[in-house]
Each structure stands twice: as structure tokens, then as C-alpha cells.
């Protein structure tokens, strides 16, 4: 499959504009993603239709508190990632691309993917558990079958997609929950890999679009828990979003890289919380807890 959103640079390189890291890549390379490669001059995305992994979930764990209550949604992922957070729950499907030779999954079709849904009488589809700016072609498809059959559909992401992939997706997404890991540029390029400033200006897009937005942020001890990094976190948010949107705090366990760092303690999650608070943050949800 042809990936969306490139230019041809030269014989020997493209350009990719899905996401922020709008990469370079020289033929018979792969993007930093891992999933799109240079076939000679023209990009191809290799986890389109590839079902990485595939479940029914309330929609409380997207996480997502006002939007289709009391509801399931479908979920569904292909392998892959833009960032390589140090921390990841779920890097055995969004960095495992790197290890293999060629990408893993089981071929389902969008429009399998929405009479399933149906059938398992979900209102909604959610594009989680790995990067679905990562797999947007098949994202994309699904969601406008979706749309045609009535359902809505979740996007749960990091937000570092690029402004030409947002204005694609806008007008057939609902919902989205948007990481908001850290206000430091430092943090973003030490543990994360991206930056927080297009993340808020999606944000921005988001809310115009008129797009449910809820807002996680993951705490993890020693790297983004000081009062003064929660306090930029916060201004972030409110600066973008006003005071109207729904902001969970995580809690950290530990994971991948981490495995040696403690579980964030409850005190810092309550500081968080207070920080949010008199900011004006009108819904404010602990999680993990
Ligand atoms: S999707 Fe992002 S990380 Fe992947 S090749 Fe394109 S610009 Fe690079």
C-alpha cells in the first residue's frame, strides 16, 4: 500500500509528512516509525489491513469519562510507533517493528473491523493501543465505513501527528485521548523522542474541529514529577484547551526501560491534582490508582 502524505525528493529520497518527524528517507530505508519504507522512490506503509491486536474494551480504559458513557468500544491496533517512550505498557506492538523483517499481523479489512463492531453491538471503534497516526491508511478507511454505518470513532494518541494527517482525520473522528507527557522540551527529546509543541498545537485543532477531547498525563517519578514541571504541564493545558476538558492523571508502574523505577507515590498524584485544580481544570480523574 501507497502511504498518504509524501513528496518525492529525488531518485534516491522521500519525504514523509504523517507525522512531525517529517522524515527523510533514502531508498530501501524505513522512516523512524519503523512501518514506511522507500521502494524505490515511492513510500510504502507495510501494517496496512495487518491487525496487530483487537478487543472490546469499556470505554472507560481508553481512558475516556464523558464521551458514550457506560458504553464498549471495538478496539483495534497494527504495529508501530512515531515516539519511543522509555516507559512504554505497550512496547511488545509499538516497537517490536524494529526487530522483525517484516511487519506482523493478522489481515483484516476495515470493513471487517465495523461489521464487527456491529455485531458486538459497539457504538464505537477506537484506533488505540499502538500510534494510529501510524497506521492512518488503514485508520482512515476504517473510520469513514464507520461513519457511513453510523458508529462513532476514537482516536488514543500521543498527538504528534502532522497538521496535513489531523485535517484528514477530523472530520470522521469523535472523539480523542491525547497524551500530554511532559511541558519540557528536555523530557520530550531525552525519554520520549518528539516534542511537546506540536502535541498542543494539535490540541489546538482538535477543539476547533469541536473533536471530545480528554487529556492524559502518565506521572513518572524522577522525570516529569517536580511541582515545576506539573505546573508547566498544567498552564499547557489550560493556556490550549481553557479550563472545559477532562484531564487524567496516571499513575506510573513500572515498564520496558523502567522497570527499576518505583510506582508513582499517591502523594505526587494528589499534587497533581491540586496543581490542576486551582488552575480551574474543571474535571480532574486519577488513574492506575
Ligand atoms: S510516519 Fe512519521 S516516523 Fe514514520 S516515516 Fe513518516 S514522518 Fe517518519
Known amino acids: 500500500m501507497e502511504s498518504l502524505f509524501y513528496t518525492v525528493l529525488s531518485e534516491q529520497a522521500v519525504h514523509c509528512h504523517v507525522c512531525e518527524h517529517h522524515c527523510v528517507i533514502k531508498d530501501n530505508d524505513m522512516g523512524i516509525c519503523g512501518v514506511r519504507k522507500n521502494n524505490n522512490g515511492v513510500l510504502k506503509v507495510l501494517n496496512y489491513n495487518k491487525t496487530i491486536s483487537v478487543s472490546i474494551d469499556p470505554i472507560r480504559k481508553k481512558p475516556l469519562y464523558h464521551f458514550l458513557q457506560n458504553t464498549n468500544t471495538y478496539s483495534f491496533a497494527a504495529i508501530g510507533c512515531n515516539l519511543r517512550c522509555a516507559w512504554c505498557q505497550n512496547y511488545s506492538i509499538s516497537q517490536s517493528q524494529h526487530t522483525f523483517n517484516s511487519i506482523p499481523g493478522k489481515p483484516i479489512k476495515p470493513q471487517q473491523h465495523v461489521d464487527q463492531a456491529i455485531h458486538y453491538g459497539c457504538p464505537s471503534i477506537s484506533y ?4 494510529p497516526t501510524i497506521y492512518v ?3 482512515l478507511e476504517t473510520m469513514k465505513l ?5 458508529l462513532k470513532n476514537i482516536w488514543v494518541t500521543n498527538g504528534f501527528m502532522s497538521e496535513q494527517t489531523i485535517r484528514a482525520i477530523i472530520p470522521y473522528l469523535d472523539a480523542v485521548n491525547i497524551d500530554y507527557k511532559a511541558s519540557s522540551e528536555e523530557i520530550y527529546s531525552s525519554y520520549i523522542g518528539g516534542r511537546p509543541e506540536p502535541i ?3 490540541m489546538k485543532l482538535f477543539k476547533e474541529a469541536s473533536v471530545h477531547i480528554e487529556v492524559t498525563t502518565l506521572i513518572i517519578p ?3 514529577d517536580s511541582t515545576k514541571e506539573l505546573t508547566s504541564i498544567v498552564e499547557d493545558l489550560t493556556n490550549t484547551l481553557r479550563h472545559d476538558f477532562i484531564w487524567h492523571i496516571s499513575r ?3 515498564s520496558y ?3 527499576s523505577t518505583s510506582p508513582t507515590p499517591m502523594n505526587t498524584l494528589r499534587t497533581a491534582k491540586d496543581i490542576g485544580t486551582s488552575y480551574g481544570i474543571q474535571h480532574i480523574y486519577l488513574g492506575n490508582v
Open 200 to 202: 498542543l498545537r494539535n
Open 137 to 139: 491508511e488503514y485508520a
Open 128 to 131: 488505540t493501543y499502538s500510534e
Open 146 to 150: 464507520a461513519h457511513k454505518q453510523g
Open 252 to 254: 506510573f508502574f513500572p
Open 257 to 259: 526501560k523502567m522497570k
Open 222 to 224: 524522577g522525570v516529569n
